[in-house]
């Protein structure tokens, strides 16, 4: 069995796939790594033979994870390096090691499902787009916060805005003016990442006319799946970037 995870900036996402990588045995997010041991214990007859990860957060925390699993399974897990090209695509940042590495399993997930112009947007912690031409040349993207920072931005900076997580999920069954806090903020939040979302795609069309796909991923992609009918919903987006990226030996 493979174990696979995906650390973000506010949860690690994991996932066990099957001996042959044909099946998902289990999958779970986790805000810390207690949890994960136990979720992991909790799977009968685990039997990991390899891991593979990917991390934007420091050195440090992902150097524990690392450590983690070797402690545990005995296994040294491969871990997503920053790279000029693989699978058929160009990483287009300046200075190639400073893109977030779940950015760049992101694109070479989509490029490997369609190879050709497409345009991926992640709905994490942060909000992020990519682009990639049909020849595989990365062209960059752009960063902004997702509904996590924005809406913990405001609670912060206000003195009257206040609500639970809770709440916030009501209040999201339309995108009518909010009629109390909760509804204003969340919706008003939601509005502003439909604007961005907006704004990639005209550049995308600009770019590529109708020619190019969309990804969507990440842990509030629903929330913008309506707006997208076209787009390919792909919450394992980013683990299908790191088989790309960390094939097994
Ligand atoms: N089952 C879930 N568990 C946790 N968060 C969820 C879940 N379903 C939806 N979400 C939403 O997903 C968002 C978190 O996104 P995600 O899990 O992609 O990323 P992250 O680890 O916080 O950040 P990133 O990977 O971008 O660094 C939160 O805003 C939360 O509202
Ligand atoms: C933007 C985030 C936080 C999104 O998870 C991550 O991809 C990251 O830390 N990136 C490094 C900065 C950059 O991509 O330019
Ligand atoms: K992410």
Known sequence: MILELDCGNSFIKWRVLSPAQTGIVAFGSVGVMEELERALQAIPALALAHARLVSVRSDEETAELVAFIAGHFGIDACCARPELSRGGVRNGYEDFARL????????????????????????????????VAPDGQHLGGFICPGMPLMRNQLRTHTRRIRYDDA???????????????????????????????????????GYWGDGFETYLTGGDAKLLAQMLPRARLAPDLIFSGLAVACPLP
């Open 167 to 205: 709440a916030a999920l009501e209040a999201l069954v339309s995108l009518e003016p909010g009629r109390s806090t909760v509804e204003a903020v969340e919706r008003g939040c939601v509005l502003m990442l439909k604007g961005f979302v907006q704004a990639q795609l005209e550049i995308a069309r």
């Open 100 to 131: 977030g590495l779940d950015r760049w399993l992101a694109i070479l997930g989509a490029y490997q499902q369609s190879p050709g112009a497409c345009l991926v947007l992640d709905l994490g912690t942060a909000v992020t787009s990519d682009f």
